[in-house]
C-alpha cells in the first residue's frame, strides 16, 4: 500500500507540477520549437536550456525511482496490477524524457550558433 500511494503521490506531483514553467511543452511541434528557437535571444535560449535540464533532470530521478520500485516488487506482484502500473508510468516517463531531450538538442544547437 505504501508503494501505491507513493505512486499516486508522484502522479499528483506530475499533474500540478506540469512540465515547468508554462513554457516548456514537450507535445509541441519540433517544427514549432525550432521557429521559436530561432527568433530566442541568447540570454532566451540560456534560459530554456537550463529549464530542460533542470526538469530532465527531474525526471530522471522519477524514472529512478519507478524503476527502483520494480525491481523491489516481489517476484509474486511481477505480473500483478501494481507492476502494470508501475511500468506504465515508467513507459510514459521514458517517452516524455525523450521528447524533452530532442526539443533540448533543439535550443542547444541554436545557442551554440548564437554563441558563434
Do not use: F
Amino acid at each position: 500500500m505504501k508503494v501505491y500511494n507513493g505512486l499516486m503521490a508522484l502522479l499528483v506531483a506530475a499533474v500540478l507540477t506540469g512540465c515547468g514553467g508554462g513554457e516548456i511543452d514537450e507535445n509541441k511541434p519540433m517544427d514549432q520549437v525550432a521557429a521559436e528557437a530561432a527568433e530566442m535571444s541568447k540570454e532566451k535560449l540560456q534560459n530554456m536550456v537550463a529549464e530542460y535540464e533542470s526538469l530532465i533532470a527531474q525526471k530522471a530521478e522519477e524514472l529512478k525511482s519507478l524503476e527502483a520500485q520494480i525491481k523491489n516488487l516481489p517476484v509474486s506482484e511481477l505480473m500483478g496490477e501494481k507492476a502494470a502500473t508501475i511500468k506504465e508510468e515508467t513507459k510514459t516517463l521514458a517517452a516524455s524524457l525523450s521528447k524533452l531531450k530532442e526539443q533540448l538538442a533543439v535550443y542547444a544547437k541554436e545557442l551554440s550558433a548564437a554563441v558563434e
